[in-house]
């Protein structure tokens, strides 16, 4: 019966229109539970990353590059039910050759963060620099990454720490992508939003509650992770009618 719960729920992802070929997605793991999940979240540009892709694995992994498999497994699962691939951006945790490979043979666009110690062949010196010292000469380079040419994207300096107790962005952002058309500002601005995605991990364990939950099976914390997305479905639907409607501001229901 839950395997078959979760099955209706990849139809609804299907028929939601929620993802389109344009679409930005967010991919990332966060872990409560006692489970370790996996979260393609929808970039929205209002704060939260809509979900529409989950499931979820247990540590320890016993069987070396499972879960590199395991992330390769639900990608290709994501792009058979909607019939085709989306744009996919990546933190730093998804250096995954697999992946990446996977991704490049089939044209499929990404966004992947990458640390500054990174070796890859830059063109222009036909030979494997660090991405720091790539960075050093230019802020958009052509690089090769597995045989493919992919751009290199990297931020600006970040902006000094001047409150100690905030915690600020200190780095410089690496950003490996096979968009050769978009803006070097286009691409730092959708990896900026993939911090929608950290918004809706909070939204599932402390709004939603999920993290005071004590859950054994695999199976039923990923069916309540589909009935806790539904709801942010809902949410995002309603506030897209809220907004299509000329209500006076004192008759505005609160949401």
Not at 17 to 40: E, M, P, R, W, Y
Not at 52 to 77: D, H, M, R
Not at 93 to 114: H, S
Request: glycine content about 4%.
């Amino acid at each position: 019966i839950n395997t078959n719960l979760i099955k209706d729920f990849s139809h609804l992802v299907r028929i939601s229109t929620l993802v389109t070929k344009i679409s930005l997605v967010n991919v990332d793991f966060s872990t409560f539970c006692g489970f370790q999940a996996l979260c393609f979240g929808v970039q929205t540009g209002k704060g939260r990353a809509l979900p529409v892709w989950l499931n979820c694995i247990t540590y320890p992994i016993k069987t070396v590059g499972s879960q590199n498999i395991f992330v390769l497994e639900e990608i290709k699962a994501f792009g058979k039910c909607l019939g085709f691939y989306p744009r996919f951006v990546f933190d730093r945790g998804f250096w995954i050759p697999c992946v990446m490979k996977f991704l490049l043979k089939n044209k499929i666009l990404f966004y992947l963060r990458i640390k500054q110690g990174h070796h890859l062949f830059w063109n222009q010196k036909g030979q494997k620099q660090q991405a720091k010292t790539i960075g050093r000469h230019t802020k958009d380079a052509t690089i090769t990454v597995f045989g493919y040419k992919m751009r290199l994207i990297v931020s600006p300096p970040p902006p000094k720490q001047t409150n100690p107790k905030k915690k600020k962005n200190t780095q410089r952002w690496y950003i490996l992508t096979n968009d050769m058309n978009a803006s070097r500002v286009s691409i730092l601005e959708i990896y900026a939003t993939r911090f929608e995605i950290e918004e809706t991990f909070k939204d599932y364990k402390h709004i939603q509650k999920l993290k005071i939950l004590r859950i054994k099976t695999k199976e039923t914390f990923t069916i309540l992770l589909w009935f806790a997305s539904l709801a942010q479905w809902i949410a995002w639907w309603v506030d897209e009618k809220k907004d299509a409607m000329e209500v006076h501001p004192k008759k505005q229901r609160s949401f």
